[in-house]
Nanobody
Framework: QVQLVESGGVLVQAGDSLGLSCAAS????????IGWFRQAPGEEREGVSC????????YYRDSVKGRFTISRDNATNTVYLQMNSLKPEDTAVYYC?????WGCGGWYTGGADFGSWGQGTQVTVDS
């Protein structure tokens, strides 16, 4: 099964910035909507952000609006999540996944219709 590969997660201090990458080697990401999701211990997986393929529209959950930015680099077949002003509540394993090209439907509730999930990358924000 084709999987995406996340990278960039580390331990940071509250207020720091961090960039995550989502890459694919076996398919072209710009055809798909790509979502970033996270799951904290004992919590359900939740959508963090999504970028639509056809429209280029971006979506963010309220708790990260103004702090996180999702973007694509088609030349490198990579989707990024830039995270600024990190908070301890951002601590989680972050995943990316591919959704349908026509939109980001279902991203907010955890991406049940998304596929090619990666193994995740741990982000820990220390207070």
């Amino acid at each position: 099964q084709v999987q995406l590969v996340e990278s960039g997660g580390v331990l940071v201090q509250a207020g720091d910035s961090l960039g995550l990458s989502c890459a694919a080697s076996e398919f072209t990401l710009d055809y798909y909507s790509i979502g970033w999701f996270r799951q904290a211990p004992g919590e359900e997986r939740e959508g963090v952000s999504c970028i639509s393929s056809t429209s280029g529209l971006t979506y963010y959950r309220d708790s990260v609006k103004g702090r996180f930015t999702i973007s694509r680099d088609n030349a490198t077949n990579t989707v990024y999540l830039q995270m600024n002003s990190l908070k301890p509540e951002d601590t989680a394993v972050y995943y990316c996944a591919a959704g349908p090209p026509w939109g980001c439907g279902g991203w907010y509730t955890g991406g049940a219709d998304f596929g090619s999930w990666g193994q995740g990358t741990q982000v820990t924000v220390d207070s």
